[in-house]
């Protein structure tokens, strides 16, 4: 392989990288500044929640390099398997246990 | 465009920069995958754990006693940074940059890693003096559980990081080392995003 592509592929994944990170450092610091910035709690919540979320997805495509690509062996599919045992399990145990909860008050 | 690579795996791909151990990465960094995802559902079941117990401080210190968004917000610093650093040895690996690059950023992570251990480190110590120690509520308990199973996680991947350096030193870049330092790389980028959570499920959600 010739050493020009090289130096392009090379540029190309050093660019992901950087560019993860500044994206992944602007959601935090968007999340940080309505919490020091002492906004209502509902819309603080709502904006960390987006911001904690697309940051997620930032981390899987530019760090973890997991995409759409057809080519892409079956990551995919395994992590959205994973969201949904996540979803299941963990949202399950905490509408029961809130239930459980707001039963005995 | 890597010609050679018809299938992908998560993180770096060798491709056609070593495509013999790219071959052998495809199927070992799936069955890491799988392993990494087993974890994240470890951790999601903690923070389910945790949510159960948001608000049970049976009248002990609650989150805006004890929590620090300054403190909170270095340590994601750290590690956010210690994320990017992993990535640039990921590239100096794999387009085989002079060795001191790859020590350097390794070693580099290693440092934010440890920096990262001792921010936590001096966060539990504060609290526990304040007498917000695990034993104290339901809340504390599941608090330290959740974050201290990943501050544990980052303790292994710093000792993965020495092992990683001082198997580079021995064996120079085999494709068994390149192999490992990858499976390293994947780990390290997943604790990140745990520790978003924790960060904005724990410490923003707490303090907002």
């Given at each position: ?20 990170f500044?994206m ?10 309505v919490v ?5 709690s ?7 929640g987006?911001?904690?979320?697309a ?32 979803v299941?399990?963990a949202?399950?145990?905490?509408w ?7 039963r005995?008050? | 465009m ?13 491709g056609h ?8 990465a495809e ?22 754990t945790?949510?159960?117990?948001l ?8 989150p805006?006693?004890?929590?620090e968004v300054?403190s ?7 590690l ?9 040895a ?13 020590y350097?950023?390794l070693?580099?992570?290693?440092v934010?890693?440890l ?16 007498g ?5 509520s339901?809340?504390l308990s ?6 201290s199973?990943?501050?544990l ?6 000792v993965?990081l ?5 198997q ?25 995003v745990?520790?978003i959570?924790?960060f904005s ?8």
């Amino acid at each position: 392989m010739s050493v020009e592509i090289d130096e392009h592929e090379k540029r190309r994944e050093l660019r992901s990288y950087v560019v993860g990170f500044a994206m992944a450092v602007g959601l935090t610091a968007a999340a940080l500044l309505v919490v020091v910035a002492g906004m209502a709690s509902s819309t603080a919540y709502a904006v960390i929640g987006v911001a904690a979320l697309a940051q997620v997805v930032v981390h899987f495509r530019f760090f973890l390099h997991i995409g759409w690509k057809r080519s892409t062996r079956d990551d995919l599919q395994l992590i959205l398997f994973t969201t949904l045992i996540i979803v299941l399990m963990a949202g399950g145990t905490i509408w029961i246990l809130g239930n459980l909860h707001h039963r005995m008050m | 465009m890597s010609v050679l690579t018809p299938h992908r795996h998560p993180g770096l791909n060798l491709g056609h920069t070593d495509p013999e151990t790219h071959r052998e990465a495809e199927e070992t960094l799936f069955g890491f995958w799988v392993f990494l995802m087993s974890d994240l559902v470890l951790f999601a079941l903690l923070f389910a754990t945790y949510a159960s117990m948001l608000g049970a401080t049976d009248g002990g210190p609650g989150p805006r006693d004890v929590f620090e968004v300054s403190s909170a917000a270095l340590e994601t610093g750290v590690l956010l940074l210690s994320s990017l650093t992993m990535g640039m040895a990921s590239i100096a690996m794999k387009y085989k940059e002079p060795p001191h690059r790859l020590y350097g950023w390794l070693a580099a992570t290693l440092v934010l890693g440890l920096v990262f251990l001792g921010l936590e480190a001096r966060d539990f110590i504060k609290m526990a003096s304040e007498g917000a120690t695990p034993q104290r509520s339901g809340w504390l308990s599941a608090f330290y559980a959740l974050v201290s199973t990943h501050g544990l996680h980052v303790a292994a991947g710093c000792v993965w990081l020495a092992l990683s350096i001082v198997q580079l030193a021995v064996f120079g870049l085999r494709s068994e080392v390149k192999l490992r330092i990858m499976r390293l790389a994947l780990f390290w980028h997943l604790l990140d995003v745990v520790w978003i959570f924790i960060f904005s499920v724990v410490y923003l959600g707490g303090l907002a």
